[in-house]
């Protein structure tokens, strides 16, 4: 059997099928004397029964087709991850219901040879009154966007004694907590009568890409995050990301909740808090790491090599030219090595000398600057004397940048 990927999941007996949107009527039964007894539940959908091949298809259909010719199995919907949104249960019927009847409708133009869709109406009288005597009435609807999010739409009206306050305190906090702020941006309108017996309302629920962020003191009603990446020829590779929310709540507490913990460093940040009209905050953070994904950024390494002459050890006039001549030892030969790191929150180390420590004329320096509170600096300087040739072929490649630098 093909997977059901709709948000709406139907079943009546054993029998299994997806569903475009349905509408429930329950309306309360008054008997004189005896008052509100029992309701009757009416439910009306359009639905459908798919497979991936026709021998699974052909199952499915004569399943479906069978279950609604039978009175007195349990039914049900489910929603969003699996939630219970209507069940009408045979132990729950007072009139040997539910009962069931269905229409099958012509296969659409272009449609698939494995889907069959049909409308069908499940109708009930159930023991026990409603919540305050109310009878309801609404329909429930899915619309699915480009983007493949999902919009879903729920219409209606209550009516009967104390209608508002039913719609208030239960019908619409499970909505809500069918289609909770965390996923879906919450949007609901209602009017009543001035004696709150007859309202009339509409809820919408919209899909969001991401859950929004949930933390203690906050709840984000509504609101966007957008990010932006920059790298430059130093490897500083910053991003920033920017937050414009709508909230109940704390907006302190909430821009503290999302600024980057560490080990992140962040480089900036700003923020802006709206009131009085709506609690809204706006604030950006922008963190600092190097772009080839460690915390090294720029490097740059110079190898300097001179041939120098050895000490004076005597003059020569020959001649009356007054050359200057020079005696003693052959030339030998300065090696320079030098660098500048700058590491991201942490001192990068020095590379290994180039040459032999036993070749050094002086003792090698290095210098640690912090140069803000994100960027550390390090620059050290290493210089080498000896009489034999320098090759520089397997030195050169020493002096690029390293794949795993360590850290102080």
């Known amino acids: 059997m093909a997977n059901f990927d709709n948000i709406f999941q139907a079943s009546i007996g054993g029998a299994s099928f997806q569903l475009d949107d349905y509408s429930v009527d329950a309306a309360a039964v008054i008997v004189e004397k005896l008052g509100h007894t029992c309701t009757k539940i009416t439910v009306q959908g359009e639905g459908w029964v798919e497979a991936d091949n026709s021998d699974d298809f052909a199952a499915a259909l004569e399943d479906a087709g069978n279950q609604f010719q039978v009175d007195g199995e349990d039914f049900t919907i489910t929603g969003l991850n699996g939630i219970t949104e209507m069940s009408i249960t045979s132990d729950n019927c007072v009139d040997g219901g539910p009962f069931c009847s269905f229409k099958a409708l012509r296969y659409a133009d272009g449609g698939s040879a494995l889907v069959k869709r049909f409308t ?191 000490p004076l050890t005597g003059l020569d006039y020959a001649n009356g030219t007054g050359l200057l001549g020079r005696i003693g030892s052959p030339p030998f030969i300065r090696v320079k090595q030098r660098g500048r790191a700058i590491g991201c929150g942490a001192y990068v180390q020095p590379p290994p000398r180039i040459l032999d420590i036993s070749m050094e004329e002086h003792p090698g320096e290095e210098t640690y600057s912090p140069l803000n509170t994100v960027e550390k600096e390090t620059t050290w300087l290493y210089q080498f004397i000896t009489t034999s040739e320098v090759n520089l072929a397997p030195l050169l490649p020493q002096l690029e940048r390293p794949t795993s630098p360590t850290f102080y």
Not at 149 to 163: C, K, N, P, Q
Not at 296 to 301: I, P, R, T, V
Request: proline share 6%.
């Open 120 to 310: 069908f109406t499940v109708s009930a009288v159930v023991s026990g009154p409603n919540p305050a005597e109310v009878s309801r009435k609404y329909k429930t609807k899915v619309t699915k966007r480009p983007d493949s999010l999902r919009v879903i739409e729920v219409t209606g009206v209550a009516y009967g004694l104390g209608a508002l306050s039913y719609y208030q305190s239960t019908f619409l906090p499970e909505q809500e907590a069918t289609y909770p702020a965390s996923g879906f941006v919450q949007e609901s309108t209602y009017e009543s009568d001035v004696y709150e017996s007859n309202v009339s309302f509409t809820l919408k629920f919209t899909e969001t890409a991401y859950p929004y962020p949930i933390g203690p003191g906050f709840t984000i009603v509504d609101g966007e995050q957008t990010s932006g990446q920059e790298r430059d020829e130093q490897f500083r590779l910053t991003t920033t990301t920017t937050y414009n929310l709508l909230l109940n709540g704390d907006p302190v507490a909430l821009r503290n909740f999302l600024r980057p913990q560490a080990p992140t460093v962040v480089l900036r940040e700003s923020s802006s808090i709206t009131n009085f009209h709506e609690q809204r905050l706006q604030c950006s953070f922008t963190v600092l790491t190097g772009a080839n994904g460690n915390k090294l950024m720029d490097w740059g390494q110079t190898l300097t090599v001179s041939k120098a002459a050895v």
